[in-house]
């Protein structure tokens, strides 16, 4: 936003090596003045974004939208907000100002700051924005996590659960080398080698040595070192203080995991080129040690929490679906099979994702404020976007590239996993299962031969199109299918399918429920790990809990970030679920419906399994020690009651929210 000033400068992203990124809908808005390579922007509120009709909001998905629109309105509120930071005002006290958001409310700012409120936003506004209940409390949903017990969050059984099955189970990787290596260029970011040794962690491996865990695949890490770290000097040059870190799990017989090590890591004083200065905390639930610890998982979770956000849910589904919508609205027919097959799973995406650049993404945006990357957040994702390679998005893929499956022939979709008990996995294997022979069969139908489809022009056109436009940064990529056989266009059709549903649904709709309660998955952390000898490290021995809510994120953002993903969480009334159709007429061919109607029963069939899954005792890593069964992955295709809600579970058809 040029006009605004330098504070407000962000890069253009896309059409440029320097920061690549998907295409996104035109807008037809006139170049800014200040700058032609932007573009001049809406008033903040506007919801009179332009989308193409036919992608646009139904009546009932605009209203039940409206109440995004009002949380959004907490932008007008920034510059209070700032100046609320500054002075440090408003902070959470004690574990009970934050229990009292759900359990009873909490009071709003003192006069001086309410009356300059009311001067932004009618009293009315405030009140909605917050799901007020009177005059001075405000009142959210309970959260899951902590619905059946306010302190199992805090367990590190439940921290490292929370990688197979929590709001972003797609990270955790098998370690393959100790200690752990960098990727990153040596000649610019020096040494970023891990400092963790077996000395580190041997003592708490149950009698295993380092080589007997590698050998034997017990040994895995959460690593944002290398995303987080060319950008780290920035950010903290703001208001945030964090790290990038590496957390080492140890595999258990029970199939939990059991955390080993963090290590927090700055840049160099020096120099990039110096390397990194690193530390690292292993487990302790007494005294200080204790209370460093649970400090050293927080900013592990800060890091989950913005890549999560920024990567996993807005640039991998949002951002990376919407270049194949465009393609399949200009270069299919309706008419045509692929265009039948793929239209329901590409139902609101446009339309939230404008919505989403004017309010939420944008300079200045929601995610800005809440989210620890701050001002750099989209330009992180930018260069995370470089890596991005299709054909690994598909679930079997991604599992072995991330050494927690290893291929198989004799098991189900060719490959075994690592951890047996790994939820999101387990689940999310028979979903793409589901998917995958659905589309086969359907492909199958209109295409008897490889020849039919090197000889579908429109095809054709339309991955042309998605290669050399959509993502068109990435076009001269080796890995990019030919699209002259059918079994890549039923490849491409299952990625783009379990993508635009599954995945999404796997790291959209468990927010609430995970991070509803901040201290779980804080998004920012404002103060460096105490040292000893420091008033920080005083305050850490006096009160723990002071310390720890000082450090992650503060009230007021707590509040939006909070207010934010309850609504992103919740399904709508007209949802679709995967395997339901908006209308039983969208084709008259009648193999295809019989292939659907057995897709929709292979679903209901999954959903019994893994309710039988969350009832087995035995499989620990299904609800853990703060009882929470994962349901992200249960499909909810038997359900036709459009009541939407706070549901944390459910698979819609498409990225609709």
């Not at 009709?53 to 409206?66: A, H, I």
């Not at 907490?74 to 934050?98: G, R």
């Not at 998605?466 to 030919?482: A, M, S, T, V, Y």
């Not at 609800?623 to 069964?629: E, I």
Request: net charge negative; with cysteine.
């Amino acid at each position: 936003m040029p006009e605004k000033g330098p504070k407000f400068g962000r890069p253009a992203l896309g059409r440029s090596m320097e920061h690549p990124y998907p295409r996104r809908g035109r807008t037809g808005r006139k170049p800014n003045k200040k700058d032609p390579n932007t573009e001049s922007r809406l008033f903040l509120l506007s919801l009179n974004i332009y989308v193409p009709r036919d992608e646009r909001f139904n009546l009932v998905k605009f209203s039940d939208f409206l109440a995004y629109a009002v949380k959004s309105l907490f932008q007008i509120l920034i510059p209070e907000i700032a100046a609320l930071f500054d002075k440090t005002i408003n902070e959470f006290d004690s574990f009970q100002d934050v229990l009292d958001l759900y359990e009873g409310g909490v009071k709003l700012p003192n006069d001086a700051t309410i009356k300059k409120i009311r001067e932004c936003l009618p009293w009315e506004m405030i009140r909605e924005l917050a799901r007020n209940d009177g005059e001075k409390l405000m009142k959210f949903p309970m959260p899951a996590v902590i619905k059946e017990d306010r302190s199992a969050w805090r367990t590190d059984e439940e921290f490292a659960r929370e990688t197979l099955a929590g709001v972003n189970p797609v990270i955790i990787s098998g370690l393959r080398e100790f200690p752990p290596a960098s990727k990153l260029d040596p000649k610019a970011y020096g040494n970023q080698k891990s400092t963790i040794t077996k000395e580190h962690i041997e003592r708490n491996m149950n009698g295993l040595t380092v080589e007997e865990a590698l050998k034997s695949n017990k040994l895995f890490i959460l690593n944002h070192h290398d995303a987080l770290m060319p950008y780290l000097r920035r950010i903290n040059s703001t208001s945030t203080k964090t790290y990038a870190t590496r957390t080492l799990f140890l595999l258990q017989e029970d199939e939990t995991l059991k955390p080993l090590a963090i290590e927090l890591s700055l840049p160099h004083p020096q120099g990039d080129s110096h390397g990194a200065v690193s530390k690292v905390f292993t487990p302790a639930q007494e005294g200080v040690e204790g209370s460093v610890w649970q400090l050293a998982k927080a900013y592990a979770a800060v890091n989950d929490s913005g890549y999560h956000q920024l990567v996993c849910h807005w640039l991998n589904t949002h951002a990376v679906i919407e270049p194949f919508i465009i393609a399949s609205n200009r270069r299919l027919s309706v008419v045509h099979p692929i265009y039948k097959l793929l239209h329901p799973h590409f139902r609101d995406t446009m339309n939230i994702n404008a919505m989403a650049r004017q309010t939420l993404i944008n300079a200045g945006g929601v995610l800005e404020l809440t989210v620890f990357p701050g001002k750099y957040a989209l330009e992180m994702s930018s260069a995370i976007y470089r890596t991005w390679v299709f054909t690994e998005q598909a679930l079997p893929a991604d599992l072995i590239k991330r050494g927690m499956a290893v291929p198989d022939s004799s098991s189900p979709n060719g490959l075994k996993l690592l951890i047996e008990d790994y939820p999101y996995a387990v689940d999310g294997l028979e979903i793409w299962s589901a998917i995958e022979t659905w589309v086969t069969e359907y492909c199958s139908f209109y295409y008897s031969s490889d020849e039919v489809v090197k000889e579908d022009t429109e095809i054709q056109s339309w991955w042309e199109e998605i290669r050399n436009e959509g993502h068109g940064d990435l076009k001269d990529e080796p890995w990019w299918p030919q699209m002259k056989t059918r079994a890549e266009l039923i490849q491409a059709c299952t990625i783009i399918i379990w993508v635009a549903s599954a995945f999404h649904a796997a790291v959209n709709f468990g927010q609430y429920p995970y991070a509803g309660y901040l201290p779980n998955r804080p998004t920012v952390s404002r103060r460096f790990m105490p040292e000893p000898g420091t008033p920080e490290y005083a305050e850490l021995e006096k009160d723990p809990d002071l310390a720890f809510l000082k450090t992650i994120t503060a009230q007021f953002q707590t509040l939006l970030g909070v207010s934010l993903i309850e609504v992103l969480s919740r399904h709508s009334a007209d949802e679709i679920y995967l395997g339901q159709r908006e209308t039983p007429e969208w084709t008259s061919d009648a193999e295809p419906l019989a292939a659907f109607e057995r897709f929709g029963k292979k679903l209901i069939e999954i959903e019994n399994r893994i309710m039988e899954r969350n009832n087995d005792s035995r499989l620990k890593n299904r609800t853990g020690p703060v009882k929470m069964p994962y349901t992200l992955l249960y499909p909810n295709t038997s359900d036709y009651s459009r009541e939407g809600g706070l549901t944390g579970k459910g698979i819609p058809n498409s990225i609709s929210i």
